[in-house]
């Protein structure tokens, strides 16, 4: 692991496994190739980060992209997280368009130059894909966030993710049947995401958790800027923790409390029902 600017990069035991099966198989020049590629499309991701205001953490490296830790204060909107998610395959489409114009200044071996291209577009096109945590996934979910409550925009994109993640699978053991080779690489990296995904379904409950505690940060911006509140009609026997699986990112709630007759009998703003949800 190494610091850079504060943040510790590191490799993930898939990647140092795939860079073992690469010095057995004499592909090890590709494999730093790649790693190089990799590490371009996760500085993209540091940067567009560090743009939008949030602060990374760490660094995963893996053969397809990265895993950035990231802290979000409350302040990362939908619209910067699918800013910082494209960041990452666009370093790649950059790579491409630089390395097509030194092909076509007849720079460089022709053949290792198609490698490149062909290993940048890869590595774009495999990380959009609506799999958690690759880009795609985030961008996807950071999309339905607009909309969606946030808690399901959680909880079906993680759904999503693990029956796609169980497809890459699929495809990687596909070959078997018609007596071609395995996929031992992708089929790494689905049991990887397949994983991930699964682990991160799990803890659902804690990452909704810590979205409700940075709720605070949305009342003072809406405070501050006098912006609209969106309302959520409710039952009054309706239980607390499913009115706050309601709420949207990045929307400041009013919630119309209903009686049996279906008339309003009280507004009540949403720091209320975080405060009685925590025991304050």
Same mark, same amino acid.
């Given at each position: 692991?190494?610091?850079?600017?504060?943040?510790?990069?590191?490799?993930?035991?898939?990647?140092?496994?795939?860079?073992?099966?690469?010095?057995?198989? /004499?592909?090890?020049?590709?494999?730093?190739?790649?790693?190089?590629?990799?590490?371009?499309?996760?500085?993209?991701?540091?940067?567009?980060?560090?743009?939008?205001?949030?602060?990374?953490?760490?660094?995963?490296?893996?053969?397809? /992209?990265?895993?950035?830790?990231?802290?979000?204060?409350?302040?990362?909107?939908? @619209?910067?997280?699918?800013?910082?998610?494209?960041?990452?395959?666009?370093?790649?489409? @950059? =790579?491409? =368009?630089?390395?097509?114009?030194?092909?076509?200044?007849?720079?460089?071996?022709?053949?290792?130059?198609?490698?490149?291209?062909?290993?940048?577009?890869?590595?774009?096109?495999?990380?959009?894909?609506?799999?958690?945590?690759?880009?795609?996934?985030?961008?996807?979910?950071?999309?339905?966030? @607009?909309?969606?409550?946030?808690?399901?925009?959680?909880?079906?994109?993680?759904?999503?993710?693990?029956?796609?993640?169980?497809?890459?699978?699929?495809?990687?053991?596909?070959?078997?049947?018609?007596?071609? /080779?395995?996929?031992?690489?992708?089929?790494?990296?689905?049991?990887?995401?397949?994983?991930?995904?699964?682990?991160?379904?799990?803890?659902?409950?804690?990452?909704?958790?810590?979205?409700?505690?940075?709720?605070?940060?949305?009342?003072?911006?809406?405070?501050?800027?006098?912006?609209?509140?969106?309302?959520?009609?409710?039952?009054?026997?309706?239980?607390?923790?499913?009115?706050?699986?309601? @709420?949207?990112?990045?929307?400041?709630? =009013?919630?119309?409390?209903?009686?049996?007759?279906?008339?309003?009998?009280?507004?009540?703003?949403?720091?209320?029902?975080?405060?009685?949800?925590? /025991?304050?």
């Amino acid at each position: 692991m190494i610091r850079i600017k504060g943040i510790a990069f590191s490799l993930h035991p898939l990647f140092v496994i795939i860079l073992l099966l690469s010095i057995v198989t /004499g592909q090890f020049l590709e494999l730093i190739t790649l790693f190089t590629i990799v590490l371009i499309h996760e500085l993209g991701h540091v940067w567009a980060a560090e743009l939008a205001g949030a602060s990374v953490k760490s660094v995963q490296l893996l053969p397809f /992209g990265g895993v950035a830790v990231i802290e979000d204060n409350g302040r990362l909107t939908a @619209f910067r997280e699918i800013g910082i998610a494209i960041a990452g395959p666009l370093q790649n489409v @950059f =790579l491409i =368009l630089g390395v097509m114009l030194l092909k076509a200044m007849s720079w460089g071996d022709p053949a290792f130059m198609d490698y490149l291209i062909h290993a940048n577009l890869m590595i774009a096109l495999f990380n959009l894909l609506p799999i958690l945590p690759l880009d795609g996934g985030k961008i996807v979910q950071a999309a339905v966030s @607009f909309q969606a409550p946030y808690y399901s925009a959680l909880l079906w994109c993680g759904r999503v993710s693990v029956v796609f993640s169980a497809a890459v699978g699929v495809y990687a053991l596909l070959p078997l049947e018609y007596g071609g /080779g395995l996929r031992l690489n992708l089929l790494l990296i689905a049991g990887f995401l397949l994983y991930s995904n699964i682990t991160d379904h799990r803890n659902l409950p804690y990452r909704f958790l810590s979205f409700l505690m940075k709720r605070e940060i949305l009342y003072e911006q809406y405070r501050d800027k006098g912006s609209p509140a969106s309302p959520i009609v409710a039952s009054y026997a309706k239980p607390l923790d499913e009115i706050l699986r309601l @709420f949207k990112r990045n929307r400041y709630h =009013l919630i119309y409390v209903l009686d049996a007759e279906g008339s309003v009998t009280a507004v009540v703003p949403e720091q209320r029902l975080l405060s009685s949800y925590f /025991g304050m």
